[in-house]
Protein backbone atom coordinates (compact mmCIF):
# COMPACT_ATOMS: atom_id res chain seq x y z
CA UNK A 1 0.00 0.00 0.00
CA UNK A 2 2.83 2.24 0.99
CA UNK A 3 4.32 2.16 -2.37
CA UNK A 4 0.83 2.85 -4.16
CA UNK A 5 0.94 6.11 -2.44
CA UNK A 6 4.94 6.94 -3.58
CA UNK A 7 3.65 6.07 -7.15
CA UNK A 8 0.82 8.88 -6.42
CA UNK A 9 3.19 11.35 -5.25
CA UNK A 10 5.37 11.34 -8.26
CA UNK A 11 2.50 11.54 -10.30
CA UNK A 12 0.95 14.26 -8.61
CA UNK A 13 4.44 16.75 -8.99
CA UNK A 14 4.37 15.71 -12.82
CA UNK A 15 0.53 16.83 -13.17
CA UNK A 16 1.29 20.24 -11.32
CA UNK A 17 4.00 20.73 -13.84
CA UNK A 18 1.57 19.70 -16.52
CA UNK A 19 -0.94 22.73 -15.09
CA UNK A 20 2.19 25.59 -15.82
CA UNK A 21 4.27 23.97 -18.41
CA UNK A 22 0.77 23.73 -20.57
CA UNK A 23 -0.06 27.37 -19.53
CA UNK A 24 3.24 28.72 -20.77
CA UNK A 25 3.57 27.27 -24.04
CA UNK A 26 0.99 29.71 -25.02
CA UNK A 27 3.44 32.54 -24.46
CA UNK A 28 5.87 30.81 -26.98
CA UNK A 29 3.69 30.73 -29.25
CA UNK A 30 2.31 27.23 -29.20
CA UNK A 31 -1.22 26.39 -29.70
CA UNK A 32 -3.48 23.65 -28.17
CA UNK A 33 -3.06 21.32 -31.76
CA UNK A 34 0.82 21.73 -31.52
CA UNK A 35 1.01 20.52 -27.97
CA UNK A 36 -1.52 17.46 -28.46
CA UNK A 37 0.96 16.70 -31.95
CA UNK A 38 3.74 17.09 -29.42
CA UNK A 39 2.48 14.49 -26.52
CA UNK A 40 2.03 12.17 -28.81
CA UNK A 41 4.79 12.45 -31.56
CA UNK A 42 7.42 12.90 -28.63
CA UNK A 43 5.51 9.25 -27.04
CA UNK A 44 5.31 7.37 -30.12
CA UNK A 45 9.09 8.05 -31.15
CA UNK A 46 9.95 6.06 -27.81
CA UNK A 47 7.24 3.64 -27.25
CA UNK A 48 7.30 2.65 -31.02
CA UNK A 49 10.70 0.54 -30.73
CA UNK A 50 9.01 -1.21 -27.64
CA UNK A 51 5.71 -2.15 -29.54
CA UNK A 52 7.79 -3.60 -32.53
CA UNK A 53 10.56 -5.54 -30.53
CA UNK A 54 8.76 -5.99 -27.57
CA UNK A 55 5.46 -5.59 -26.58
CA UNK A 56 2.87 -5.90 -29.30
CA UNK A 57 0.04 -4.18 -27.84
CA UNK A 58 -3.53 -4.53 -29.85
CA UNK A 59 -4.44 -1.42 -30.99
CA UNK A 60 -7.59 -0.95 -33.24
CA UNK A 61 -10.34 -2.71 -30.83
CA UNK A 62 -13.41 -0.84 -29.58
CA UNK A 63 -11.81 -0.71 -25.42
CA UNK A 64 -8.36 0.44 -26.67
CA UNK A 65 -10.62 3.65 -29.37
CA UNK A 66 -12.65 4.47 -26.17
CA UNK A 67 -9.53 5.13 -24.01
CA UNK A 68 -7.99 6.78 -26.55
CA UNK A 69 -11.19 9.54 -27.15
CA UNK A 70 -11.63 9.29 -23.48
CA UNK A 71 -7.99 9.53 -21.98
CA UNK A 72 -5.88 10.35 -24.99
CA UNK A 73 -6.70 12.32 -27.89
CA UNK A 74 -9.85 13.43 -26.42
CA UNK A 75 -8.53 14.81 -23.04
CA UNK A 76 -5.36 16.30 -24.65
CA UNK A 77 -7.21 18.59 -26.84
CA UNK A 78 -9.67 19.88 -24.48
CA UNK A 79 -7.05 21.08 -21.96
CA UNK A 80 -4.36 21.77 -23.90
CA UNK A 81 -6.49 24.48 -25.94
CA UNK A 82 -8.21 25.43 -22.84
CA UNK A 83 -4.87 27.34 -21.61
CA UNK A 84 -5.67 29.61 -24.11
CA UNK A 85 -8.18 31.31 -22.05
CA UNK A 86 -7.64 30.26 -18.78
CA UNK A 87 -4.47 31.00 -16.39
CA UNK A 88 -2.77 28.37 -14.77
CA UNK A 89 -4.77 29.19 -11.27
CA UNK A 90 -8.02 28.09 -13.18
CA UNK A 91 -6.27 24.81 -14.04
CA UNK A 92 -5.16 23.73 -10.52
CA UNK A 93 -8.64 24.01 -9.55
CA UNK A 94 -10.94 22.96 -12.73
CA UNK A 95 -8.66 20.14 -14.09
CA UNK A 96 -7.80 18.18 -10.77
CA UNK A 97 -9.63 20.00 -8.27
CA UNK A 98 -13.18 18.28 -9.42
CA UNK A 99 -10.92 15.10 -10.35
CA UNK A 100 -12.26 13.23 -7.18
CA UNK A 101 -15.94 14.22 -7.78
CA UNK A 102 -16.25 12.62 -11.31
CA UNK A 103 -13.99 9.83 -10.19
CA UNK A 104 -16.04 8.67 -7.66
CA UNK A 105 -19.20 9.19 -9.72
CA UNK A 106 -17.56 7.08 -12.62
CA UNK A 107 -16.70 4.25 -10.62
CA UNK A 108 -20.36 4.48 -8.92
CA UNK A 109 -21.66 4.36 -12.11
CA UNK A 110 -19.56 2.01 -14.15
CA UNK A 111 -17.58 -0.52 -11.56
CA UNK A 112 -20.77 -0.22 -8.79
CA UNK A 113 -18.68 1.41 -5.92
CA UNK A 114 -20.85 3.17 -3.44
CA UNK A 115 -19.09 5.46 -1.81
CA UNK A 116 -18.77 4.96 2.17
CA UNK A 117 -18.91 7.62 4.89
CA UNK A 118 -15.67 8.13 4.92
CA UNK A 119 -15.31 8.88 1.42
CA UNK A 120 -18.33 11.40 1.37
CA UNK A 121 -16.64 13.06 4.29
CA UNK A 122 -13.24 12.92 2.93
CA UNK A 123 -14.88 14.44 -0.63
CA UNK A 124 -16.17 17.06 1.52
CA UNK A 125 -13.44 18.36 2.97
CA UNK A 126 -11.25 18.33 -0.94
CA UNK A 127 -14.65 20.13 -1.81
CA UNK A 128 -14.13 22.94 0.93
CA UNK A 129 -10.55 23.21 0.03
CA UNK A 130 -11.44 23.61 -3.83
CA UNK A 131 -14.17 26.07 -2.90
CA UNK A 132 -11.31 27.90 -0.90
CA UNK A 133 -9.11 27.71 -4.19
CA UNK A 134 -12.13 28.79 -6.37
CA UNK A 135 -12.83 31.56 -4.58
CA UNK A 136 -9.05 32.22 -5.03
CA UNK A 137 -8.36 31.94 -8.38
CA UNK A 138 -11.77 31.91 -10.06
CA UNK A 139 -12.31 35.53 -11.43
CA UNK A 140 -12.73 37.05 -14.48
CA UNK A 141 -14.92 34.42 -15.90
CA UNK A 142 -15.90 36.98 -18.48
CA UNK A 143 -12.66 36.05 -20.31
CA UNK A 144 -11.86 32.72 -19.15
CA UNK A 145 -15.58 30.73 -18.90
CA UNK A 146 -14.61 28.89 -22.93
CA UNK A 147 -11.19 27.62 -20.87
CA UNK A 148 -13.03 26.63 -17.84
CA UNK A 149 -15.55 24.71 -19.92
CA UNK A 150 -12.89 22.42 -21.50
CA UNK A 151 -10.80 22.03 -17.88
CA UNK A 152 -14.17 20.25 -16.65
CA UNK A 153 -14.70 18.52 -19.92
CA UNK A 154 -11.21 17.17 -19.49
CA UNK A 155 -11.38 16.24 -15.91
CA UNK A 156 -14.82 14.10 -16.83
CA UNK A 157 -13.05 12.27 -19.57
CA UNK A 158 -9.43 11.34 -17.40
CA UNK A 159 -11.97 10.23 -14.94
CA UNK A 160 -14.01 8.02 -17.04
CA UNK A 161 -10.32 7.30 -19.05
CA UNK A 162 -9.40 5.99 -14.96
CA UNK A 163 -12.32 3.96 -14.36
CA UNK A 164 -12.67 2.15 -17.69
CA UNK A 165 -8.77 1.28 -16.98
CA UNK A 166 -9.89 -0.24 -13.67
CA UNK A 167 -12.82 -1.92 -15.44
CA UNK A 168 -11.10 -4.17 -18.26
CA UNK A 169 -7.84 -4.38 -16.24
CA UNK A 170 -5.56 -3.17 -18.49
CA UNK A 171 -1.50 -3.45 -17.45
CA UNK A 172 0.43 -0.33 -17.52
CA UNK A 173 2.84 -1.37 -20.33
CA UNK A 174 -0.48 -2.04 -22.39
CA UNK A 175 -2.31 1.49 -21.73
CA UNK A 176 0.52 3.23 -22.23
CA UNK A 177 2.19 1.49 -25.46
CA UNK A 178 -1.31 1.72 -26.74
CA UNK A 179 -2.90 4.59 -26.15
CA UNK A 180 -0.17 6.65 -26.81
CA UNK A 181 0.63 4.94 -30.48
CA UNK A 182 -2.67 4.72 -31.18
CA UNK A 183 -3.58 8.54 -30.28
CA UNK A 184 -0.62 9.36 -32.46
CA UNK A 185 -1.58 7.37 -35.75
CA UNK A 186 -4.77 8.95 -35.71
CA UNK A 187 -4.27 12.09 -34.70
CA UNK A 188 -0.55 13.35 -36.20
CA UNK A 189 -2.11 13.09 -40.21
CA UNK A 190 -4.71 14.96 -39.53
CA UNK A 191 -2.84 17.52 -37.68
CA UNK A 192 -0.19 17.92 -40.39
CA UNK A 193 -3.26 17.99 -43.28
CA UNK A 194 -5.71 20.59 -41.25
CA UNK A 195 -5.06 21.88 -38.43
CA UNK A 196 -3.35 25.50 -37.20
CA UNK A 197 0.33 25.07 -36.15
CA UNK A 198 2.69 27.34 -34.35
CA UNK A 199 5.82 24.72 -34.55
CA UNK A 200 7.46 26.68 -37.23
CA UNK A 201 7.26 29.99 -34.87
CA UNK A 202 8.34 28.17 -31.78
CA UNK A 203 12.24 28.23 -30.63
CA UNK A 204 14.07 24.99 -30.37
CA UNK A 205 14.49 25.33 -26.98
CA UNK A 206 10.69 25.85 -25.94
CA UNK A 207 9.90 22.65 -28.47
CA UNK A 208 12.33 20.85 -26.63
CA UNK A 209 11.27 21.17 -23.07
CA UNK A 210 7.41 20.87 -23.43
CA UNK A 211 8.56 17.86 -26.14
CA UNK A 212 10.25 16.04 -23.62
CA UNK A 213 7.73 16.99 -20.78
CA UNK A 214 4.64 16.30 -22.04
CA UNK A 215 5.64 13.47 -24.64
CA UNK A 216 7.68 11.41 -21.96
CA UNK A 217 7.28 12.24 -18.55
CA UNK A 218 3.30 12.73 -18.83
CA UNK A 219 2.69 10.25 -21.15
CA UNK A 220 5.35 7.75 -20.30
CA UNK A 221 6.76 8.50 -16.63
CA UNK A 222 3.57 9.98 -14.94
CA UNK A 223 1.53 7.56 -17.17
CA UNK A 224 2.99 4.10 -15.37
CA UNK A 225 3.41 6.00 -11.96
CA UNK A 226 -0.36 6.54 -12.11
CA UNK A 227 -1.40 3.22 -13.32
CA UNK A 228 0.55 1.61 -11.00
CA UNK A 229 -0.96 3.94 -7.54
CA UNK A 230 -4.19 3.33 -9.49
CA UNK A 231 -3.45 -0.77 -9.29
CA UNK A 232 -2.57 -0.23 -5.85
CA UNK A 233 -4.91 1.94 -4.34
CA UNK A 234 -8.28 2.02 -6.93
CA UNK A 235 -9.52 4.61 -8.73
CA UNK A 236 -12.01 6.62 -5.85
CA UNK A 237 -8.65 6.30 -3.04
CA UNK A 238 -6.39 7.60 -5.68
CA UNK A 239 -8.71 10.40 -6.96
CA UNK A 240 -8.42 11.43 -3.15
CA UNK A 241 -4.35 11.05 -3.80
CA UNK A 242 -4.17 13.72 -6.88
CA UNK A 243 -6.81 15.96 -5.02
CA UNK A 244 -3.23 17.59 -3.76
CA UNK A 245 -2.47 18.37 -7.26
CA UNK A 246 -4.66 22.01 -7.61
CA UNK A 247 -3.25 22.71 -4.37
CA UNK A 248 0.55 22.11 -5.83
CA UNK A 249 -0.03 23.56 -9.06
CA UNK A 250 -1.63 27.04 -7.14
CA UNK A 251 1.31 27.76 -5.31
CA UNK A 252 3.45 26.91 -8.26
CA UNK A 253 1.60 29.00 -10.18
CA UNK A 254 2.41 32.09 -7.40
CA UNK A 255 6.30 30.89 -7.47
CA UNK A 256 6.94 30.24 -11.08
CA UNK A 257 4.30 32.41 -12.88
CA UNK A 258 3.87 34.96 -11.07
CA UNK A 259 0.06 34.77 -10.18
CA UNK A 260 -1.04 36.46 -6.51
CA UNK A 261 -1.00 34.90 -3.47
CA UNK A 262 -3.87 34.28 -1.05
CA UNK A 263 -4.71 33.04 2.71
CA UNK A 264 -7.36 31.21 0.39
CA UNK A 265 -4.47 29.30 -1.33
CA UNK A 266 -2.94 28.06 1.66
CA UNK A 267 -5.97 27.31 3.00
CA UNK A 268 -7.04 25.28 -0.22
CA UNK A 269 -3.84 23.44 0.22
CA UNK A 270 -4.23 22.19 3.96
CA UNK A 271 -8.21 21.24 3.63
CA UNK A 272 -7.31 18.95 -0.05
CA UNK A 273 -4.24 17.43 2.00
CA UNK A 274 -6.66 16.41 4.81
CA UNK A 275 -8.94 15.65 2.61
CA UNK A 276 -6.63 13.10 0.54
CA UNK A 277 -5.21 11.89 3.78
CA UNK A 278 -9.11 10.84 4.64
CA UNK A 279 -9.69 9.91 1.32
CA UNK A 280 -6.76 7.14 2.08
CA UNK A 281 -8.74 6.27 5.13
CA UNK A 282 -11.56 5.45 4.01
Not at 112 to 133: M, T, Y
Request: charged share 10%; with cysteine; hydrophobic share 60%.
Amino acid sequence: MNSGYLYGAATVAVWAGFVLLARLAGHHGLNGYDLTALRFGVAAIFLLPAWLFWHRVPLFNRRMLALVASGGIGYALCVYSAFRFSPASHGAVLLSGILPFFVTLMAWAVLHEIPSRARWLALGVIGLGVLCLARYSLAGLQDSWPGDLLLVTASALWALYTVLVKRWAFRPWDITIGVALLSALLYLPVYALLLPKGLPDASWTTLIVQGVFHGVLVVIVAMLTFMQAMARLGPARLGAVMATVPAVAGLGAVLVLGEPFSWLLVTGLLLTSAGAWLGSRA
